[in-house]
Nanobody, 123 residues
Framework: QVQIVESGGGLVQPGGSLRLSCTISGTTFHVFAVGWYRQAPGKERELVAALSNGGSAVHYVDSVKGRFTISRDNAEETVALQMNNLEPEDTAVYYC????????????????WGQGTQVTVSA
């Protein structure tokens, strides 16, 4: 059974940084693309960043380009999201997931959604 566990969220001031981490176990992690998504109150869940299985392809939503970096460790089956220069608009619950590249980009990843990790950016 696939298990997805996110961590690393918290309260941070605007301009601050956080590093989110996610473990995806119970699947052949290294063959799949991975993605970080977020859902703010009253809004649809959106894809924030995605990374292909080998790391050669990457995608970021325009609003985080230059501020966020997605990475993966296939040996540890983990995905990280380094978030710098955080803005109040980044406040959301962040989720990670996995799947084929197109499915991750389309917001239809393979896994069930985990509990997510709350990121709050506020002065």
């Amino acid at each position: 059974q696939v298990q997805i566990v996110e961590s690393g969220g918290g309260l941070v001031q605007p301009g601050g940084s956080l590093r989110l981490s996610c473990t995806i176990s119970g699947t052949t992690f290294h063959v799949f693309a991975v993605g970080w998504y977020r859902q703010a109150p009253g809004k649809e869940r959106e894809l924030v960043a995605a990374l292909s299985n080998g790391g050669s392809a990457v995608h970021y939503v325009d609003s985080v380009k230059g501020r966020f970096t997605i990475s993966r460790d296939n040996a540890e089956e983990t995905v990280a999201l380094q978030m710098n220069n955080l803005e109040p608009e980044d406040t959301a619950v962040y989720y990670c997931n996995y799947g084929r590249w197109g499915d991750v980009l389309a917001g239809n990843p393979f896994g069930s959604w985990g509990q997510g990790t709350q990121v709050t950016v506020s002065a």
